[in-house]
């Protein structure tokens, strides 16, 4: 089974459309990364959630971590073709009974932003 | 933040060769990671390397097939050996630095 689950596996959204992903673990959260990948490339690491009911920000993207719901999501205000590519969602594999530097990663959300 | 670039950037390769891939980082870190990612598949974590001593290979990666070398705190090496077709993957390696960690660009192998 998959130990984090991101939903939905895709999105199509209307340029200056907001839009939401979520990312939800079988075990609580704590140390929660987002990345952004474009096809077949590296990862852009976004931002970094430590604990419960924390939220960032970083231009028109917000991140934020229910512990209850052991979720936390990505919004994209106004989204922009900029936005396109696969976000990913990672957790410190202390999570799991791993090594704290180990990330577990989600399933991915492939996103595509129509002008 | 950390800069990280890693040569080669794509290589296609015959079956039963091996491959040595390059990461370099701007900065000195303690703790560098090598992951595999397979096609339509998410990031899993190959082996944790730290300078100095013998890298930590995850459940299901050998060191055989799968050596890493760690001479300094800004420099790496991953070669995958006796490559098979399903050796086929983006490797990327990674670093942390405080809570954070960054990925380099990638290394998408093809092994036919």
């Known amino acids: 089974s998959q130990e984090l689950e991101q939903s939905p596996q895709s999105l199509i959204v209307q340029e200056g459309k907001n839009l939401t992903i979520n990312c939800t673990s079988s075990?609580?959260?704590?140390?929660l990364y987002w990345y952004k990948q474009k096809y077949g490339e590296g990862l852009i690491f976004l931002m970094m959630?430590?604990?419960?009911?924390e939220e960032k920000s970083h231009e028109k993207i917000t991140a934020k971590l229910d512990e209850k719901k052991q979720q936390s999501s990505l919004h994209i205000t106004a989204s922009q073709p900029s936005h396109a590519g696969i976000y990913l969602c990672?957790?410190?594999?202390?999570?799991?009974?791993?090594?704290?530097?180990?990330?577990?990663f989600g399933t991915g959300t492939l996103l595509a932003v129509q002008p | 933040s950390a800069v990280i670039s890693q040569k080669p950037s794509r290589d296609i390769c015959q079956r039963g060769t091996s491959l040595t891939i390059q990461c370099q980082v701007d900065?000195?870190?303690?703790?560098m990671f090598w992951y595999r990612q397979q096609p339509g598949q998410s990031l899993t974590l190959i082996a944790t390397?730290?300078?100095?001593?013998?890298?930590?290979?995850e459940s299901g990666f050998v060191i055989d097939k799968f050596p890493i070398s760690r001479p300094n705190l800004t420099f790496s090496t991953l070669t995958v050996s006796n490559m098979s077709p399903e050796d086929s993957s983006i490797y990327l390696c990674?670093?942390?630095?405080?809570?954070?960690?960054?990925f380099g660009p990638g290394t998408r192998l093809t092994v036919t």
């Open positions: 959630l430590q604990k419960g009911g």
């Open positions: 990674s670093v942390e630095m405080g809570a954070e960690q960054y």
């Open positions: 900065s000195q870190v303690t703790m």
């Open positions: 075990k609580t959260l704590y140390g």
């Open positions: 990672g957790l410190r594999g202390s999570n799991y009974g791993g090594a704290t530097n180990k990330l577990i």
């Open positions: 390397a730290n300078q100095g001593s013998e890298a930590t290979y």
